[in-house]
């Protein structure tokens, strides 16, 4: 069974702040592809950010950045420097096999 | 470029109606994707097709669920009769892959906020 786990369900910064959304994932496919979604107040999901089974090799995109770790199944995904405009539901999610399914998500709220 | 659109964004209507979703997938994609998202269940896949067929509809809850796509540009998701609990927001999203999976991103649409009373 594959599963994706988000246990954060909201997080409260203030702008500035570095913040860290946790990602779990399970799968018995030994090929799979990871996924991080956006999904701003106005409601539509916005792709960020997807990597494959076989490159853990981490990734930075201006202040945002990603850690996979095979050994403990996990993609992390950190903004730096949050700002207000971050504040979104944020979404993790697992292809394997031929669905993608999605954790519950976390709500981070950035105050200015 | 367009991205993927859904109409209508808002449809209220009351229990027992027929209602219909729209979407129009990004030209070029061949897989379409139809989920649902409430507080409860989170976001669901429904049904995906890959060049106009169905793939995987094992996540329509229950024969009111049907879903259509005539055409590479037009798919339709349809509830009859509808029920409160189908309360939610629709989501259609495309991309594109090879033959049976896509292991690519995928693009959302801005959803339809369904409310049934």
Redo the contacts between chains.
């Keep these: 069974a594959q599963k994706v786990t988000q246990a954060q369900t909201e997080i409260s910064v203030v702008e500035k702040e570095d913040v860290t959304l946790d990602c779990v994932y399970e799968t018995r496919d030994t090929t799979y592809y990871l996924f991080w979604y956006k999904q701003p107040p106005s409601g539509e999901l916005v792709f960020l950010i997807r990597r494959n089974s076989f490159d853990e090799q981490n990734e930075i995109s201006g202040r945002y950045s990603w850690n996979f770790q095979k050994s403990t199944s996990s993609f992390n995904f950190t903004i730096t420097a949050s700002q207000v405009v971050d504040s979104a539901v944020y979404f993790c999610a697992l292809l394997g096999g031929f669905k993608t399914i999605f954790g519950a998500g976390t709500r981070l709220f950035v105050k200015a | 470029d367009a991205g993927v659109i859904q109409s209508p964004r808002h449809e209220v209507t009351e229990m027992g109606q027929e209602v219909t979703l729209r979407c129009k997938p990004i030209s070029g994609h061949d897989y379409l994707?139809w989920y649902r998202q409430t507080m409860m269940r989170?976001?669901e896949?429904l049904i995906y097709f890959n060049n106009n067929v169905p793939?995987?509809d094992s996540g329509m809850p229950e024969d009111r669920f049907s879903a259509k796509m005539p055409n590479a540009s037009f798919s339709t998701l349809k509830i009859q009769p509808s029920e409160p609990r189908d309360s939610a927001?629709y989501?259609c999203?495309s991309s594109w892959g090879s033959a049976?999976?896509s292991?690519?991103?995928?693009?959302?649409?801005?959803?339809t906020r369904l409310t049934v009373l």
Excluded at chain 2, 103 to 111: K, R, V
């Design positions: 994707f989170g976001l896949l793939i995987d927001v989501f999203a049976g999976v292991y690519n991103e995928q693009f959302f649409g801005p959803g």
